[in-house]
């Protein structure tokens, strides 16, 4: 038997995906984000993976399968050593980049010009690291400086299936808890095979990130009203006291002492009234 409030969840998920489906007609976002209205950015893939992973054949893949499609894209090329792309780009960064110039000036490799290490040494006791108070704080300061954690969806994609199959991988995956809940689909940059499941997997994702926002919503909502009645409060009680004050003051001047530097005028004021 259906749980009537799962169903009724879902019904409001639909309808509000269906609201944010319309709303990609007009890209613009109001910029009151307390509006009653929520209306959804494009989704944005952000394809990241190790060195010969088919980063830039997959991309390209997914420019021929929206076009394909006839879905709407906007193509960004973050990679400013490469000599020519297979696909075109809205925005490169090449336009700005010139990675010969850079190379030149700096003496040093085309991506390593843009990149600046952080090495730290560590004793090899990692469990004195790990549980001193310098470690900790070692590592929080960094976690707080650097993006290391990423509060996004991931869809992990198997590319180059033509050439293996990537069963395997999800097999093991099953092992562990943490990979059991991402996302994960096989596909292939060269023959576009698994790309309807790719493009699957992100508008599930997608929708997932609508619904958790949409459920925080009112939790973000009330703590914003909650806040600005302590602040009004903190406001009335702040004029309160200096009604008080003047009141008590019974219209006699009051010398106000903000430092060290007006201590000396203050007491020549008290002296002269």
């Not at 169903?7 to 613009?28: A, I, M, Y």
């Not at 420019?63 to 490469?82: K, Q």
């Not at 696909?87 to 336009?95: C, K, M, P, T, V």
């Amino acid at each position: 038997m259906e749980d009537p409030m799962e169903s009724s969840g879902e019904e409001k998920c639909v309808e509000e995906s269906h609201k944010l489906v319309d709303s990609l007609d007009n890209l613009r976002v109001s910029a009151g984000s307390s509006s009653s209205s929520f209306k959804k950015k494009p989704v944005i893939i952000i394809v990241v993976g190790m060195a010969g992973s088919g980063k830039t054949s997959f991309l390209h893949r997914l420019v021929c399968h929206t076009f394909d499609s006839i879905m709407r894209g906007y193509v960004l090329n973050l990679v400013p050593a490469v000599m020519s792309l297979p696909f075109g780009a809205n925005i490169d960064i090449r336009d700005t980049v010139r990675y010969k110039e850079v190379k030149m000036t700096f003496i040093t490799h085309v991506c390593g010009s843009l990149l600046d290490y952080v090495l730290v040494d560590t004793p090899g006791q990692i469990e004195i690291f790990t549980w001193s108070a310098s470690g900790a704080i070692i590592t929080e300061a960094f976690a707080s400086t650097f993006p290391t954690v990423t509060r996004l969806p991931l869809v992990l994609a198997f590319n180059k299936t033509d050439g293996a199959d990537h069963k395997f991988a999800l097999e093991w995956m099953e092992d562990f808890e943490f990979y059991r809940n991402i996302r994960s689909v096989g596909v292939s940059a060269i023959t576009g095979a698994g790309m309807d499941d790719f493009f699957k997997a992100i508008e599930a994702s997608s929708m997932l990130m609508i619904c958790v926002f949409l459920f925080f919503r009112a939790d973000l909502d009330k703590r914003k009203v909650e806040k600005e009645q302590l602040e009004e409060e903190r406001r009335e009680k702040e004029m309160e006291k200096l009604r008080k004050d003047i009141e008590s003051s019974q219209g006699r001047t009051v010398v106000l002492n903000t430092g060290l530097k007006d201590r000396d005028g203050a007491e020549k004021m008290m002296l002269e009234g």
